[in-house]
């Protein structure tokens, strides 16, 4: 069997998973954080895991006393009092708040979004290249100048974030991200923002704005009201959620495009002729192909159930792997491929069920907008080290990389639209 976690398995976990799914498809498996939990790696079996509701979403629910000492969640969440959110409960709580936070969060309200989107992309490529000279001309890491701050000044955008307190963020944000792997470092940054948050809600109640925290705190059904700890809460984590997904997302298929010229030319063909159906379905296919997430995050069996031939306990912990789901030759035809005009992909990418990820349109569109300005404004634009030499954060749930280095023709560049 191969090992599982180690540096070789964060560079390229895909190997590892399709040993897994031809010969271990539900895998009882200890975790680097002393947890033991079942790894599902079967799109079929992911598909009814996710959708299971004997697969509760409650921390509560983890038997920690029979499967290890480890933490489950998000570091920091509990001592933040952060737990309240859509990610750790389960209907009948699920379903209230999410229909609450969903009156918020409206595809038109995303639509309406675009433009804001489009103007930080291609502010951030401008800054990238005014803040070049010397050696440094024509080379920067896409991640720390790029795909890392897109999403969090957009989420801080869509909040009502004043724009004097939007670098706290990025660097709370920042530490969350680099330290993804020392709960301390998390947990700090986690408490800092939460403290300010708490802080937020507070002025937006007495001086409300056009903005999504405004809409969360009067969101409402048939009387019901979110609470200042669950408006906080749903806050925190739709920046959380949403900015380290859209991170990957553009980072990771930015990558994958790099090492696959003839889907990228397939892709910049199409937008130089101002048609932009092949970028739809190609951010779909990046999706699959290097998902932002490669784990769910975390369900508890509530009763005892089979899957995938394997008898879950109650307590059980379960991870549903994404990222193995998603290239399971049963249901995708030559998965290790990337098609960018691939037609039948019900990709897991942001989940099914109940959960399916309630921030989708907006890191959808943050996606297609980054990867698509990007490809316009630097023709050209080519990884500069050896793809062997790239380093990826080896968290439990989420998988990018940590950077990005290319290089390009500053005297390619064009401007923006």
């Not at 006393?65 to 509990?78: D, K, L, N, S, T």
């Amino acid at each position: 069997m191969p090992e599982l976690f180690g540096r070789e398995f964060a560079a390229d976990p895909y190997p590892a998973y399709a040993w897994l799914r031809e010969h271990a498809p539900v895998h009882r498996a200890v975790l680097p954080s002393g947890v033991s939990a079942w790894l599902v790696t079967r799109y079929a079996d992911a598909r009814q895991a996710l959708a299971d509701q004997r697969l509760s979403k409650n921390p509560e629910r983890h038997s920690a006393a029979a499967h290890g000492r480890g933490r489950v969640g998000i570091p920091g969440e509990r001592g933040a009092n952060l737990m309240t959110h859509l990610l750790n409960i389960d209907p009948p709580d699920h379903t209230r708040l999410r229909r609450l936070v969903s009156k918020a969060f409206t595809p038109r309200g995303v639509a309406a979004f675009a433009p804001r989107v489009q103007e930080l992309a291609d502010r951030l490529i401008d800054d990238m290249l005014a803040g070049q000279s010397g050696a440094e001309r024509g080379r920067a890491d896409l991640i720390d100048s790029y795909a890392f701050p897109l999403p969090i000044y957009a989420i801080c955008d869509l909040l009502g974030v004043p724009a004097e307190d939007q670098d706290d963020f990025r660097d709370w944000a920042g530490m969350m991200l680099h330290t993804s792997g020392k709960r301390g470092g998390v947990g700090r940054s986690v408490k800092r923002m939460r403290g300010y948050l708490g802080e937020l809600i507070q002025r937006k109640r007495k001086n409300p704005g056009d903005d999504l925290i405004t809409a969360l705190i009067r969101a409402s059904d048939h009387g019901e009201h979110l609470t200042g700890e669950e408006a906080a809460a749903m806050a925190f984590i739709l920046l959380f959620a949403g900015f380290e997904t859209t991170v990957n997302l553009i980072g990771n298929g930015l990558h994958a495009l790099f090492r696959n010229p003839a889907q990228r030319e397939l892709l910049e063909r199409s937008l130089e002729a101002g048609d932009d159906r092949v970028l739809s379905a190609a951010v779909e296919e990046l999706l699959r192909f290097d998902g932002p997430v490669e784990l769910a995050t975390w369900r508890f069996a509530t009763q005892p159930l089979v899957l995938g031939g394997c008898r879950i306990e109650p307590g059980d912990p379960v991870l549903v792997v994404l990222a193995s789901a998603d290239r399971d030759p049963d249901r995708f035809a030559d998965p290790d491929r990337l098609d960018l005009t691939r037609r039948d992909n019900p990709h897991l990418g942001y989940g099914h069920g109940i959960h399916y990820c309630l921030g989708a349109p907006l890191a959808r569109l943050e996606g297609k907008t980054a990867i698509a300005t990007l490809l316009r404004r630097l023709p050209g634009v080519r990884l500069a080290v050896d793809p062997g030499d790239l380093r990826w954060r080896g968290g439990l749930i989420m998988r990018g990389l940590r950077s990005l280095p290319v290089e390009f023709d500053p005297a390619k560049v064009t401007q923006s639209q």
